[in-house]
């Protein structure tokens, strides 16, 4: 199950930094963007793992909760696996693909009660 985060700890301490880079000198760092649909985060985020953990998977990306229960509803962990961290591909499936148009244009923090899985 992926960590959900609200307000609680400073959002680059929730996300691991994969770049890297330190941002030493007090520069606001740029926002973090959604991994699936890259708007910028809002105030919870959940940490998602691409390829389930129960599939070997260890990284984690950071999400929206929409986004994450709209994936979940429309792959098996098993094609999720197949696909891993490349987005193009999950972007491919044409529910995806209308769904990440359509939430393009909501507020970071929008939510609304995903469809019923499709396996």
Not at 2 to 30: C, F, H, T, V
Not at 84 to 102: S, T, Y
Not at 103 to 110: G, I, L
């Amino acid at each position: 199950m992926a960590r959900k985060y609200s307000k609680g700890r400073a959002l680059d301490e929730r996300i691991p930094n994969q770049d890297g880079d330190e941002d030493s000198d007090g520069e606001a760092a740029a926002p973090v963007e959604c991994w699936l649909c890259s708007r910028p985060l809002g105030e919870t985020t959940v940490l998602h793992h691409p390829v389930p953990k129960s599939r070997g998977g260890r990284e984690v990306v950071p999400m929206h909760p929409i986004c994450q229960q709209t994936l979940i509803a429309n792959f098996s962990n098993s094609e999720l696996q197949r696909h891993g961290l490349d987005v193009e591909a999950i972007l491919m499936n044409p529910d995806m693909r209308k769904f990440v148009d359509w939430v393009a244009k909501k507020e970071p923090d929008f939510h609304a009660a995903p469809a019923k899985k499709r396996r």
